[in-house]
DNA sequence: GCCAACGTTGGC
DNA sequence: GCCAACGTTGGC
């Protein structure tokens, strides 16, 4: 089982639209990057879990928890010329993006905020804190996964 | 709004 | 295959 942080500019897709859909779930759509796209193509599996981290806002950090429901399938969004997220050279047979689908699982009472997540020396080495990295889904280890679920339950 | 750091594109 | 130019990300 691995672990994951999946970023979202809460504007676009936040951890409360999540939480307020019907199923609670939903497909994490509009990743262009291929890095990114080869990490949920090829490693994501059924039931890993992810940080969901909120960026470009007024509060930058971890705010929940979610799960991994549904491995790699096509972006559709890719191959719609109405989607902000269309890409012409993607077709059905090759579709070039691919997603996974999250489920919500837990919402943080209080965001661990990106400030915090520097203050600790347990969680220096997290891809999140490394020069010049943007990648919008890092890999994370269980024990900073572990380490940040312990931080937002002790501010409960 | 600024800007550093990346990733992508396209001419050669 | 190189690399300059350009576009994007994302914290501040």
């Not at 879990?49 to 969004?77: M, N, Q, R, W």
Request: charged share 30%.
């Amino acid at each position: 089982m691995n672990y994951w942080l999946m970023k979202s500019e809460p504007s676009t897709f936040s951890i409360q639209m999540l939480k307020e859909k019907k199923n609670r779930q939903e497909s994490w759509d509009g990743v262009r990057n291929y890095q990114a796209r080869n990490f949920m193509r090829d490693e994501m599996k059924r039931g890993d879990l992810a940080l969901f981290y909120h960026s470009s806002c007024k509060e930058i950090g971890v705010v929940g928890i979610v799960e991994i429901v549904k491995e790699s399938h096509p972006d559709k969004t890719a191959l719609d010329e109405n989607s902000a997220y269309f890409d012409p050279k993607a077709t059905k047979d090759n579709p070039i993006w691919f997603m996974v689908d999250v489920a919500f699982r837990e919402e943080f009472p209080q965001i661990i905020s990106l400030a915090e997540i520097k203050k600790h020396e347990e969680l220096s080495e997290m891809p999140l804190l490394q020069r010049g990295q943007r990648l919008s889904i890092q890999k994370v280890t269980k024990r900073e996964f572990s380490f940040i679920k312990k931080l937002a339950s002790l501010k409960q």
